[in-house]
């Protein structure tokens, strides 16, 4: 009897089912995911019509915007890097050079941000929160200069500019609408500035040289695709991407304050905002890395 009545109940012992554990089943992992990307997508969404809305708000008069980019200009030749005319004249007649240009400038921004969020949300979730604010950081400090200080585009002031991208292509209009778009916001690039932030997002996450490469590539493409299309000057490019850089040194130590915040909290020791972000501003070697420092969800 007490061997059957073993046998019985080892037949009826059975190993533990994911949802016995606790542990979300493939489909369940599937939809959390799903919800998880579509969040993110709507707030980031919000956000950029929300910066589209308040650039095109923003746009000063064109009297005030272009004599703002020929003061620009003037420093530029001080400077003896007022390159911008030179080099478009040097590609106009090669059609294959500007049509990359363009395509360059169209499609290596948004379309590469938008992937860039995406594969760092699904596969490097504090990187994506770590790009995700900073683009929401520097794009609010871009927002304020555009408002104070217009500046009209070199396409769109007298000089024998080429805007190559209005000529050639209608797929920019597409992705950014004219009635969103602030047409005096030359300064900063933040095309150049943003994709610089995706670069080092995908340096960091990646582990191929290929894509350590491509994450070299693209900014660098991008600073000169903004040039030979009459969009940016070159001061533009060294702003967009001080501003860029900005933004992600405020994300990387707020995050850090809040994490320390955190901490401290969850084991019931006292510490003052202060001191926090004095340890997180003033990192010393061996302590945490970003990863430990962002939560991963």
Not at 130 to 156: D, K, Y
Not at 243 to 249: D, I, M, N, Q
Request: aromatic fraction near 8%.
């Amino acid at each position: 009897m007490a061997a059957a009545t073993i046998a019985l109940r080892r037949d009826e012992i059975r190993p533990l089912s994911s949802a016995d554990q606790g542990v979300p089943t493939v489909g369940e992992s599937t939809r959390r995911l799903a919800l998880g990307i579509a969040k993110q997508f709507a707030l980031v969404f919000a956000a950029a019509l929300a910066y589209f809305g308040v650039r095109g708000l923003t746009e000063g008069s064109k009297e005030e915007a272009v004599g703002n980019a020929q003061g620009l200009l003037s420093m530029e030749r001080w400077l003896n890097i007022d390159i911008e005319a030179g080099l478009q004249s040097l590609v106009l007649d090669q059609r294959a050079i500007v049509t990359f240009a363009n395509w360059i400038y169209i499609w290596g921004h948004w379309p590469v941000i938008t992937l860039t969020l995406v594969w760092l949300y699904r596969r490097h979730r504090p990187d994506y929160f770590l790009l995700r604010n900073a683009m929401f950081i520097s794009g609010a400090i871009g927002l304020a200069i555009f408002a104070l200080l217009p500046v009209a585009p070199p396409r769109l002031i007298p000089g024998g500019f080429v805007d190559t991208v209005t000529e050639l292509s209608t797929s920019y209009r597409v992705l950014q609408p004219p009635a969103l778009i602030n047409e005096f916001a030359a300064v900063p690039s933040l095309h150049v500035g943003w994709n610089l932030l995706v670069g080092v997002m995908i340096y960091r996450a990646s582990r191929t040289r290929k894509a350590k490469a491509f994450a070299i590539l693209g900014p660098t493409l991008m600073a000169s695709a903004v040039v030979l299309t009459a969009n940016h000057y070159v001061v533009d490019v060294v702003i967009g991407a001080a501003v860029a850089l900005t933004g992600l040194s405020v994300a990387v130590v707020s995050q850090r304050v809040a994490n320390c915040i955190r901490n401290h909290h969850t084991s019931d020791d006292e510490v003052s905002s202060g001191s926090c972000l004095n340890d997180a501003v003033w990192v010393r070697p061996g302590s945490e890395s970003v990863d430990e420092l962002i939560p991963a969800a």
